[in-house]
């Protein structure tokens, strides 16, 4: 199959690319920097010059693919959403009828449930979600009717020492001595290994199933205070509790992320798709694994 991919430069995308490219698809990824073209050729994909302002070069390149995977996402960017609209709707306007988009959504579109485990038909709002453009994007590819379209909701990514927040995490305990959990830390989050996050797009794309969404969780749901003590222990710094007023003035307002909780069952995946996720737990990465 041709697959065109958003992101293969990044964490997430370079492991779905690498994945890909092993399972016999030919693969042309999204390339802004040379240093980005050089890391998606060093995965065996063909680059594609452009990022993800670059809407003719989308367009194109999704109109020459049977499949997109779209993985590109800068949490941080304040105008990220307005950015990801717009790359969307070029990729889809280059589709051909029948094909395949494959879009990379976030458990964070969840609203906060105070630990009531959530799955794929609970209802998902701008209003309430941490990621409300991530709920805006999968709707838009998935009132697309001309393409198959479905959604991959991620809870935690963690493994090959990767994933923003654990990273940060680290470089906190590294840095000052200590390593922030907010208020009691009891709010529990699932996590999925990346290397099974990214078996599940080759699970979808070996069998499209248009307008599916399925959650990437593992069993597991890990309470954030004991990753603050594995990173801790990790890092040789000490977890301590912030209120949250003082978490929101250290890391700003997405600390208030970190108070939420709201488990995924992802049991719809392992039913349709036959997924079976079996890397290490989030805690054991931590303290015995690939971040050691």
């Known amino acids: 199959m041709r697959i065109f991919i958003t992101g293969a430069s990044g964490y997430v995308g370079g492991v779905v690319t690498e994945h890909l490219v092993k399972a016999g698809h030919e693969v042309r990824a999204l390339a802004r920097s040379e240093s980005a073209r050089e890391r998606v050729a060093g995965l065996g994909a063909v680059a594609v010059p452009g990022g993800l302002q670059d809407h003719e070069a989308l367009r194109m390149a999704a109109g020459d693919a049977d499949a997109v995977v779209h993985a590109a996402v800068d949490y941080f960017h304040p105008e990220m959403g307005e950015i990801e609209r717009g790359a969307v709707a070029a990729m889809l306007a280059g589709m051909h009828d029948g094909s395949t988009f494959v879009y990379t959504s976030t458990g964070l579109v969840y609203p906060d449930t105070k630990g009531e485990t959530v799955d ?158 079996a890397g290490p737990t989030l805690l054991e990465d931590l303290t015995a694994g690939s971040y050691r």
């Open 120 to 277: 794929e038909g609970y209802p998902v709002d701008p209003a309430t979600s941490s990621q409300p453009y991530k709920v805006l994007g999968e709707r838009q590819v998935l009132a697309a009717g001309h393409v198959a379209g479905a959604v991959i909701r991620a809870s935690l990514v963690h493994g090959r020492g990767g994933s923003g927040l654990l990273r940060g995490l680290i470089g906190a305990g590294r840095q000052s001595g200590t390593v922030p959990y907010v208020g009691d830390g009891a709010a529990e989050w699932s996590s999925v290994h990346v290397d099974d996050l990214a078996a599940l797009y080759t699970a979808i794309l070996d069998r499209p199933d248009p307008g599916i969404v399925v959650n990437a969780a593992a069993v597991e749901r890990t309470p954030l205070r004991r990753v603050a003590e594995a990173v801790a222990e990790l890092t040789g710094a000490r977890a301590i509790s912030l209120t949250v007023e003082q978490a929101v003035a250290a890391m700003g307002e997405q600390a208030v992320t970190l108070t939420r909780s709201a488990p995924m069952d992802a049991s719809r995946a392992r039913r349709l798709l036959g997924w079976a996720p």
